[in-house]
């Protein structure tokens, strides 16, 4: 089955206070068992910002990998959460989305995985 990331970023969310992050930690928990208890999830976190970046890493003139501690990437948007979840369709995909939505009451966007690379012989 292909598998899909459903994930939010960060700027989409408004402000909230501790107890509405509480709540919606316990609704979309709810969704991720359900998820669980399908079969479908295959891994999943949140809490994701900008300041949770280690570094950033580049290719080098010199062909080596270039370490860069912040700032990253000069962009509004940064991942926030996601989920990985391994569904037979687009429309499953959907539907699970649309569950975390409703509990988070903030967009998701769907993204399908291509698959591996096919090599030629």
């Known amino acids: 089955m292909p598998e ?12 909230h206070t ?4 509480i709540h919606k930690r316990d609704t979309s928990m709810a969704v991720t068992k359900e998820m669980k208890d399908a079969g479908v999830f295959v891994y999943g976190n949140g809490g994701i ?3 949770t970046a280690i570094c950033s ?4 003139d010199d062909g080596e990998p270039v370490f860069t501690d912040g700032p990253y990437v000069e962009t509004k ?3 926030g959460g996601f989920f990985v979840v391994d569904v037979p369709d687009d429309e499953t995909a959907r539907y699970w989305a649309g569950r975390m939505a409703v509990a988070l009451d903030w967009p998701q966007e769907i993204h ?8 030629e012989d």
């Open 4 to 15: 899909y990331i459903i994930a939010f970023n960060d700027e989409w969310v408004d402000e």
């Open 18 to 21: 501790t107890e509405q992050l």
């Open 49 to 51: 910002d900008a300041s």
């Open 57 to 60: 890493v580049e290719l080098g």
């Open 77 to 79: 948007e940064h991942l």
């Open 112 to 119: 399908r995985f291509p698959g591996p690379p096919r090599l």
